[in-house]
């Protein structure tokens, strides 16, 4: 879980390899549209955007830069409507899961 500015910039930068049991969750304590990159990334990811407990969209297999990628040059990921709560996992896992726009989301 990130919760801190620190963990949610660093977020999975670094991180090789994801099973669909693992993931890196974003709780934010507004919805807000808010900027993801893919700062220090060695894998492919998909990214889940929540809010009040239900999908509100997501991008898959987003790609990584390669690491020497300064901080400006880095795309930005967005959702389209303000968000909650982010959810990175594992490319190809909203394929592999079906995960739709009003799947609800549950956490603890």
Request: hydrophobic share 45%; glycine share 6%; charged share 25%.
């Amino acid at each position: 879980m990130a919760v801190t500015a620190e963990e949610q910039a660093k977020g999975l930068g670094g991180v090789k390899s994801l099973t669909d049991s693992e993931g890196m969750l974003f709780p934010f304590e507004t919805s807000e549209i808010r900027s993801f990159w893919m700062k220090n990334m060695v894998m492919p990811i998909d990214i889940i955007w929540i809010n009040d407990g239900k999908v509100v969209g997501f991008e898959q297999n987003v790609p990584f830069e390669p690491l020497e990628t300064s901080n400006a040059a880095l795309p930005k990921y967005r959702p389209l409507e303000p968000i909650d709560t982010v959810l990175e996992v594992a490319a190809g896992f909203v394929e592999r899961y079906a995960v739709a726009i009003a799947d609800s989301v549950q956490y603890r």
